[in-house]
Structure formats: C-alpha cells, structure tokens
C-alpha cells in the first residue's frame, strides 16, 4: 500500500509548503484539551494519559535493542506468529481475517487502515490504434455505477469495512462534517449497472468504437481491451477486487486483460511509465494515510488525487487534465484560499460533487484493518493508519513488562523503491521502518520538532523548546492545546530579509525585499525556538552533531532541484515546487543559538498546532527519513555528474540509477563522490551554506560518514531512537539497534495508551406518525462508563426518508454525561412519506479523532 505524500491525506502540497514556511488545511470548533491529555506541563515534555501506567527507566533510545524486519506473506502471519517465528505483523491485514486473529488467540491492532480504489489512466494513447475509453471523463464517472461497493465490503472483506465513494473518509471528521452532500452523492452514485452501460453506450461510438454482434467493443477491428495491473501480494483483498471489477467491466462489452502483479513488479508501470504509452489502463490502488493528523482535515485530498499540480508530481496524475473549476478549487484547498469555514464548507462540498465527474480514482472501500502480535507484545498505533504509519510507534515498541530484547516483525514487503527522502521510496512498509530511524513525525509539517498523538492527530512538542503562532484575523484556525503561543494580527507583514525563493545560479537565497519591494504580507507566521543544547544533544547515527547547516541545507533542497539553471534540476519535482511557492511566502533564521525559525505562508491547517514549522530536516517533499547536509551533498554530486538521479522518472529518461542510500549500483557510486568531497572539504552552496558550515564541521562529517559506510554497508543515518544497522535488499530484510545515544528516555512517550473510543446507542419508537414530534434517546459510554460531556463536540443527527434522501440535519441535545436527545420537531416529521425511516447519530468526541455513528429504522405513519 503507497503511503500518500499528504494523504494521506493531507495534502502534501501543504506539508511541502510548511517544510517551507508553515502549512494546509478540519475544521472543528474551539475546544478545550482533551481530557485524557494532559497539557505539557513544559513544552519539551510529552502528554500525560490518565490511564497510562506510571513507566520509569534509564534507558535511552527504544525499548528494544534489536528489531529484525523482513518480508512476510500476509496468509502466512498468524502461522508464524503462533510458532514464534516473528513477535509482531505489523503490515494491516482486511477486517476479513480478524475472527482468525481472535480464534489464535492473539493480540491485534484495529485501525482504519487505508482505503482502496481503482486508478485509471487519463492520457489519450500515443498509439492511435489503441483506445482508452478512460480518456473520457464520463466513462471514468460510469464506473461508478458499474462498481456494488456493499457487495465488494461483504463479500471481500466480510462486512467489516466501509464501501468507499468520496475522495475523504467514510465516518471520519470531514465526511461527517459534509454529511448532507456526502450522503447525497452516495445516493446518486449507488449500484446501477443499466446506468453505467447506458453512459458507455453512449460516448464509446464518439470515441471512435463500435459494438460487435458479440456485445464487446470493437476499436479499429479489434476487441477494445484494457489491461488491468491487479495486486496479487498485500492483504489478499486487491486481487478479488480486480477480478470484481474486471467481471463488470466485462458485463458492458470491454474486454480485460488482467495482469496479476506484485507491488514491486506493478509500482514501475503504473506510476513509472508515460500515461500516454498505454501500459495500463487500470491499477489496484492502495493508499494509508501518513496519520490520523492528516484526516483531521482532507480538503488538501482533491488536489492529492486527482490534479496535475498533485505533489505526486508523477503519472497518471500530470496527464489528467480536469474541468477548470475542478482545478482551481482542488488548488485552492491545498493552498487554504479561503476566508472562512463556511466557505471552505461550500468549496469542500462542490470539490466532492466535481471529484465524481473527474473520477481519475475510482474509490471502492474504506478498511478496518487488523495487524497481528504476540501476548507479549506492546505496541501503540494509530487510529487512522495502524502500526505502520505511527510515528509514535517505534518509540513505545517493546515486549511487556521488558527492557531490552530482539523482536521479529514481518512485514508485506521492503525496498519497493531505492531509499532517499527526495523522491524514493515512501512505501508504508518502508516508511515504517525509516519512522523508526528519525526524530518526532513526518506527517506534519514541523517533523522532529513535533510528535503526533496516535489518538487526535494534533502535535506536541517533540525537539522545540518553544512556538508561536500568529495568523490573520478572521481566519478558521482552533487552537486545541496550551503547549504554544497564539495570536492574531489584522495583517502579517514578511520582513524584508525573509527568505522566499532561490537563485540556483548564484547559490543564495532571494529575499522578501528583492522579490516583493511593495511588500509581502501572510496569512500565518509560525516561531520556533530550539533548546540552547540542541547541537551538544542531538546527535547524527554516525555521531556527527546536528548542526544549523543541517537545517539550511534542508531549506535549500526544498528549491534547487526545481530550478532549471540547476546542475540537479528535476522536472518531475519542478511542478510541485512551482504549485507550493504560490502559498509559501518566506522562513528567516533569527538567531543560531539558540536556533530560531520563523516561517510565513497563505496556506494553513484549522488546528493552530498543525501550523507549526519546526523545519526540522527531513524530506521537504514529504517523505519519509531525515537529511544529514552531508547525505545530500555527495549525492547531488552525482546527480550534477549525470549518474545519479533522485526520482524514477528523470533517472527512467536519463538512463542512469535512481539513488538509493541503502543498496545497489548508487553506494559505489556515492562512495566516491564521498571520497571527492572529503579530499576538497567540500561545502556545497557555498555562497549559503558557508555561513553554518565551517571547513572543521566538514571535514567531520564526510570522516564520520565514511566511518559508518565502512561498517554498515549503507548511507541512511538519522536521528531516532533506532539505526539502521545491517541492509539486505536481496532477501529482502534488515537489522534495527538501540541507538543509546539519542536524546530522551525510552520512556518519553509511554503515556499514550488506550484510546478512548466512544460507543453510541440509539432508541426511540418505533413508529412515527407524521406531522407529530417525536424524541429519541442517544447514550454515549467508553467501557460501559458515561462519556463526559465536556469530552464530546458534538452529537449530529441525519433524518433520512425511504429513499433514502436526507429529510433534516441537526444537533443532539445534551442532557447529562453520556445523554443526549434528538427531537425531531412536527415539521420534520411532517416531510416523511409514509414507510421506513431512518435516524442516524454522529459522536464527535474530543479525546479521539474517530466519531462514533450509530442509526435507527422506524416506521412513519400518516
């Protein structure tokens, strides 16, 4: 499963941005902190769970001192978890395989896990005697009438997912926000396989196609037929799904050519090829979002999925050309081009109306995903991705009531792409163990300086000792925790020395001033202050101290390659870069010590600690693993020299080896760029980096670097509690170790522990006389406790008819901890024809992002 650059989802265009300034966009009302969070009592201190158990040590690091990780067939994992072969699956298996999880007695995570769909390639063929009937917008929108996502749930995955229509989470924050236009599209798009053929029928001739006697779809005298790149490696879920879909596509006259194809052997066609080449038509697409931080708000998702100005920046995506009022709202999201939450609402709710017509992803299930381990196992994931995708995760991993120890994980797959944080692999089973490697989240924008709670998705303090955040007045921005400064300003002026974009010819930064001299101003300014012992305490894998040019270096990888005039220029990277400077309007380094960073930008998230940009460096194009100036200096060396490249696509053009920093062609070829740079004490951007880099530091680094090469065989060094010890691409495995070195406890985090996910129940009668008003009763509980209602947003309401059309929507009344009521006024029932009806209820707590829905089925009489 692709872990999504912002997706997952949020838009990676915002997380690019904040790596640039302060960045995207949930929407939820002002709130206290949650209460099963305590606020740090400093900001460098974790949160404090009131049901978390009292954990001392002494131990630094992780609470492991080995992890080995190597590839494990999913229908294999609970066989060799109970032979005690591995310790921990950690790859989510389908909700289908939980009652086997339960009956090996084992323990599992549960989480939401992801979700599917079918990606169809866009690009008219350039082989005119081939068609793509997908190059048709309205075939593209057909297929969602062709598709019964209930049947695909049930029968695939045992009824324990969620059929899956929209670019945003079923049931979660934003879907329940925008649930009338949801629910509404839901009936629209439902089941109805005479519509989709008659949307076919209907534009296959214009395109050239005739029918057959046969019934299939003849293009140039021969059968139109579509290859499909169906998954056979994962869960086990994408192949039956490829066949579903296969079948139906079928039923309709198209002709299939299904190729069953691993991640390793699909990845290079479907987003490694031309669109326009006609490689393939269709693909098992499976995304993970990077944390339940980027489901608290999906807009940045339109543009993620479906625009050529995607931060993908890759096909199918570059060869879509949509409806332009589709683009500029999908752009506009991402880039938080709104006054309002009222009108962020009306954008998000035509975007979904719109993404149905592009339909460039075909979006079929939801998952509620499983991922397997031993009694003896700890583990803590998070809610919207499970194990993998929790950044938080390495750092709690243990076996219970154990300090130290060697655990065995299986994992589906690794090294699906070449390793390096500019356009490599970000693979959710690569990232998985990258996370592992590095300092803080990677799924917001402020990397090392911030964690992630598994639980909400907001941040807290990680490596930054302080924060600040200032945004235009008016703007929908909460703040949900007390851990930073918060204030507003009718206007945000950018100095005049900010730096907002990049000379590659002269190496320096170009200021606010030169580029603007009328002035600049933001819609945020995010402030960060780093502990005074940051470069004594925080300490590179190869024992090289983080440095001020660590940072720098980052900021400017964030620009060079998206500059034609320079040596590393990238046209797959020059998109997005170009898309993210439209909101990015500057950083400035204050002071070096301590280390202080301000960062302005136009776009930004709802919750006030989202938009703090730490700049910590880690990839500015939102991947996963962190960037030692050095790492990147000797390989750009190589990409300068033509033998290196950082993405597929510009290596595919060239000819040459995509980088990899852990294995392969690219270590000899890094080896001696290394020895190049050593030789000359080499400090690339001079006329920049020269300013943080002494000759001294470098000649430290490139000694260090090439100390840890000599005795581990690879180039990825980062921060985090664990290093990457031992590599072995061949067989597909490799050896994690304790990293006793690293700045906190082993303890730091120990605090997040069982999330406290509500459970609703609904009663009321069960029979309804129109024109008459009728109540309901809602009680809400965690562990059969009463929710207290200082802990719950909101309890929504959905009246539904027998057609299931939306009759009114509205707000519970609360009537105590854990009661609530839905009165349903004589009005409201009024409008209900006479037969079956439907109520249904949304609890949006506050200590876990995941509402909690429940409905009733009564009956309205005349």
């Known amino acids: 499963m692709k872990l999504k650059k ?26 206290e902190a949650p209460a099963e969070t305590e606020v740090p009592a400093a900001a460098t201190e974790a949160p404090v769970a009131t049901e978390a158990p009292v954990v001392q040590t002494d131990r630094h690091g992780g609470w492991l001192d080995e992890i080995d990780v190597s590839v494990v067939a999913g229908d294999s994992a609970i066989s060799q978890l109970q032979a005690g072969t591995i310790d921990f699956f950690s790859f989510n298996l389908a909700s289908d395989v939980y009652p086997a999880i339960k009956e090996a007695g084992l323990s599992s995570t549960q989480s939401l896990g992801g979700y599917y769909g079918i990606s169809l390639n866009p690009a008219v063929f350039a082989d005119t005697t081939v068609l793509n009937p997908f190059s048709n917008r309205k075939i593209r929108e057909a297929l969602n009438w062709l598709i019964d996502r209930n049947y695909v749930n049930q029968e695939i995955f045992a009824g324990g997912s969620m059929p899956k229509l929209l670019p945003v989470t079923t049931q979660l924050v934003e879907y329940t926000n925008l649930i009338e236009t949801a629910r509404a599209l839901e009936s629209k798009y439902a089941y109805n396989v005479e519509k989709a053929k008659e949307v076919i029928d209907a534009e296959m001739p214009g395109m050239g196609a005739t029918l057959g006697d046969d019934g299939k779809w003849q293009f140039g005298g021969a059968p139109v037929t579509l290859i499909f790149l169906i998954r056979s490696d994962g869960d086990g879920t994408r192949q039956p799904i490829g066949d579903y879909v296969s079948n139906q596509l079928e039923s309709v006259g198209l002709t299939v050519d299904r190729q069953y194809k691993t991640s390793s052997e699909a990845f290079p066609i479907w987003l490694g090829t031309t669109a326009s080449e006609g490689q393939w038509h269709l693909y098992t697409a499976g995304y993970s979002p990077s944390g339940l931080g980027s489901l608290r708000d999906e807009s940045g998702n339109i543009q993620q999925s479906y625009l050529n100005t995607s931060i993908q920046a890759s096909e199918p995506f570059i ?34 109306e719109l993404s149905m017509e592009d339909s460039l992803f075909v979006w079929v ?24 995708s929790t950044n938080v995760g390495p750092y709690n991993l243990r076996f219970v009531d154990q300090e130290g120890g060697t655990m065995k994980i299986g994992t589906n797959d690794l090294f699906t792409q070449p390793w390096n944080t500019i356009g490599g692999s970000n693979w959710v089973w690569d990232a998985h163990v990258m996370r592992a490697t ?29 924060a600040e955040l200032t945004y235009k007045e008016g703007l929908p921005i909460t703040q949900n925790l007390d851990w930073l400064t918060v204030k507003t300003e009718p206007q945000i002026d950018v100095p005049g020395d900010a730096w907002v974009d990049w000379d590659a010819t002269e190496q320096r930064f170009i200021t606010a001033a030169e580029k603007f001299p009328d002035g600049l101003t933001a819609n945020t300014k995010s402030v960060v202050v780093y502990p005074a012992d940051l470069y004594d305490t925080v300490k590179w894998h190869d024992g090289s101290p983080i440095s001020a040019g660590d ?33 990015f309007k500057g950083y400035r380094i204050t002071s070096t010590d301590p280390l202080t960073i301000e960062s302005y930008t136009d776009a930004y998230l709802s919750d006030a600690e989202l938009n703090i940009a730490p700049l910590w460096p880690q990839s500015p194009f939102g ?34 080896e995509n980088t990899s920093w852990i294995g392969g062609p690219s270590l000899e070829i890094l080896t001696k760029y290394l020895d190049q740079a050593a030789g000359e004490s080499y400090i690339p951007y001079a006329p920049t980096l020269g300013e943080y880099v002494t000759k001294e530091e470098a000649d430290l680094r490139y000694a260090n670097f090439k100390a840890w090469y000599e005795e581990h065989g690879h180039f990825w060094v980062g921060t985090g509690p664990y290093y990457l010890d031992q590599v072995f691409t061949t067989e597909k495995s490799l050896v994690l170790k304790n990293n006793a070195d690293f700045v906190d406890l082993a303890d730091r ?3 997040f522990s069982e999330p406290k996910v509500a459970t609703t129940v609904l009663d009321g009668p069960g029979q309804v006389t129109a024109g008459e008003e009728a109540v309901f009763d809602v009680t809400v509980s965690f562990k059969d406790e009463a929710y207290a209602q200082a802990d719950v947003r909101r309890v929504k309401y959905i009246l539904y008819d027998a057609t299931g059309a939306v009759v009114t ?54």
């Open 6 to 31: 912002l997706y997952m989802l949020f838009s990676l265009l915002v997380v690019f941005s904040m790596m640039l300034a302060a960045c995207q966009p949930a929407v939820p009302e002002a709130t």
């Open 623 to 656: 991947l996963t693993g962190e960037n030692s100036w050095q790492v990147l200096a000797i390989s750009n060396l190589a990409e300068a020299a033509g033998e290196l490249a950082y993405t597929q696509d510009k290596a595919d053009n060239a000819e040459i």
């Open 551 to 583: 940072f720098v270096m980052n900021m400017i990888q964030g620009f060079d390659p998206g500059k034609p005039e320079s040596p590393i220029y990238d046209e797959s990277l020059a998109l997005s870069i170009d898309a993210s400077l439209v909101a």
């Open 365 to 388: 299930i939801d998952q509620r995903v499983y991922a397997p381990y031993n009694n003896n196992v700890q583990a803590t994931f998070d809610l919207a991705t499970g194990p993998e």
């Open 809 to 862: 929507v509205g707000d519970a009344t609360a009537v105590g901890d854990g009661q609530y009521q839905v009165t349903l006024s004589a009005d409201d029932t009024a409008k209900l024809p006479t037969g079956s009806a439907r109520l249904e209820v949304a609890v949006v707590p506050i200590p876990v992002a995941i509402p909690s829905f429940t409905s009733f089925d009564f009956v309205a009489v005349p």
């Open 749 to 751: 985090w120990a605090a």
């Open 438 to 466: 590095t300092m803080g989240t990677s799924n917001i924008g402020g990397g090392g300086g911030l964690m992630a709670d598994p639980y909400t998705g907001l941040a807290y303090p990680q490596r930054i000792e302080s």
């Open 319 to 352: 060869s879509n050309v949509s409806d332009p009022e589709f683009q500029q709202l999908g752009d506009d999201l991402a880039q938080g081009n709104y006054a309002s939450k009222e009108e962020r609402d009306e954008m998000m709710a035509r975007a979904l």
